[in-house]
């Protein structure tokens, strides 16, 4: 089949009104694949790896420079809530990556020092908002999300070997350890305990870049140029702050094939 060109344009906000009228219009242009609404979508790394796992995507945001870089076949600039609530009950499945700034490491240092952030925390009312759908959901977020996770499953990039040359041809390996939580029974790789001996890199903004005090000094990861960080991820159309937030796209492919074979 011919790819359609979007039906929603990213390129103006969506009211909320205008929510309940989308899912008709995207279902009348055709797909044979099932749809999943992903909300809070990004620059698309859960997006990449639900379409390769073999699902429409429709991708909601609240930003447009966001969404003009996602790969999905129907980019909504809107709120998640709004979207949930108009067409949850009518997709095959709910994928939220809720806002995750509230939950690093750097916002906890910042609060510890005093700092106020003013970053949310959206999993429990997003949760609530997904089940209420009916529809098969997924939430994604970083380790410091935990305590606020029922059961989550952790996906680990040593565990689809994502690695990639730094500029100077050492071999870096990223962990980008993540967390999921189900509507229904998903199953991780075993977490096998991480080698020893090897260049670790990560990518998040704030970081110390200095390779050889990491190496040297203190033993410990780095982040790498904006191109090494692109490829260990496996996500070379994303901008440096789109890299920051994303999940490679194995994770989302590795779980979206999983929930294909369960709805």
């Known amino acids: 089949m011919t790819p359609l060109k979007p039906v929603i344009d990213w390129t103006r ?12 219009t995207i279902v009348s242009q055709g797909t044979a694949k099932p749809i999943c609404l992903e909300v809070c979508s990004g620059e698309g790394g859960s997006t990449r790896g639900l379409m390769n796992a073999g699902w429409d995507v429709i991708a909601v945001d609240n930003s447009r420079a966001r969404l003009k870089r996602n790969p999905a076949r129907w980019r909504v600039l809107g709120d998640a809530f709004d979207a949930i609530a108009a067409m949850g009950a009518d997709v095959d499945l709910i994928w939220a990556g809720w806002p995750c700034q ?19 925390r959206l999993i429990a009312a997003g949760r609530e908002a997904m089940a209420a759908t009916g529809t098969p959901w997924v939430i994604e977020n970083v380790e410091g ?7 989550p499953i952790m996906l680990c990039g040593y565990m689809f070997d994502l690695e990639a040359l730094d ?3 050492t071999l870096l390996f990223m962990e980008r350890h993540r967390l999921f939580e189900s509507s229904e029974p998903l199953v991780a790789h075993p977490h096998e305990k991480h ?5 670790v890199a990560g990518s998040y903004g704030g970081a110390r870049r200095d390779k050889n005090e990491a190496r040297h000094v203190r033993h410990g990861g780095y982040v790498p140029s904006a191109a090494v960080q692109a490829q260990l991820l496996e996500v070379n159309w994303m901008s440096q702050q789109g890299q920051y937030l994303a999940i490679p796209p194995a994770y989302s492919e590795f779980l979206g094939a999983q929930l294909l074979r369960l709805i």
């Not at 509230?102 to 949310?120: E, M, N, P, V």
């Not at 999300?145 to 059961?151: G, I, P, Q």
């Not at 080698?195 to 260049?199: E, L």
């Open 13 to 24: 906000d969506v009211p909320a009104s205008e929510f309940p009228d989308l899912f008709p």
């Open 195 to 199: 080698p020893r001996g090897v260049q």
């Open 102 to 120: 509230d939950y690093s490491a750097g916002t906890r240092a910042a609060r510890a020092h005093g700092i106020a952030t003013g970053h949310k």
């Open 145 to 151: 999300a935990r305590s606020e996770l029922r059961d």
């Open 167 to 169: 500029d100077d041809g």
